[in-house]
Nanobody
Framework: VQLVESGGGLVQPGGSLSLSCAAS????????ISWFRQAPGKERERVAC????????MYPDSVKGRFSISRDKSKSMAYLDMYNLKPEDTAVYYC????????????????????WGQGTQVTVTS
């Protein structure tokens, strides 16, 4: 099983960036896919979660309205589109997968995420 993130980089405040997560060895249809981030000196936080389409997505208030997660199960890909980026969005972003169907996003803790990518750096600075 492998999750590989891509798309990180340097962007100015107010800019946009899209991250991709390529999954292999799992059927993403049976997993909740989430994006986490970790800034230096801070705890890792979940910024987006995608359960199977019936149950939708979840975002914390810090990114709601600015981040959008999507999944293409035919390509085993997940995406995180980020808009109106702020310096406080600077972090390493990780893709992770938690097995299960239904409202996984509502109850899954970090320990429930069985597979993790290596992370991609996002830096928001002028």
């Amino acid at each position: 099983v492998q999750l590989v993130e891509s798309g990180g980089g340097l962007v100015q405040p107010g800019g946009s960036l899209s991250l991709s997560c390529a999954a292999s060895g799992i059927n993403v249809e049976y997993y909740a896919i989430s994006w986490f981030r970790q800034a230096p000196g801070k705890e890792r936080e979940r910024v987006a979660c995608f359960s199977n389409s019936e149950w939708g997505t979840m975002y914390p208030d810090s990114v709601k309205g600015r981040f959008s997660i999507s999944r293409d199960k035919s390509k085993s890909m997940a995406y995180l589109d980020m808009y109106n980026l702020k310096p406080e969005d600077t972090a390493v972003y990780y893709c992770a997968a938690a097995p299960g169907l239904g409202r996984v996003c509502e109850y899954a803790a970090e320990d429930d995420y069985r597979h993790w990518g290596q992370g991609t750096q996002v830096t928001v600075t002028s």
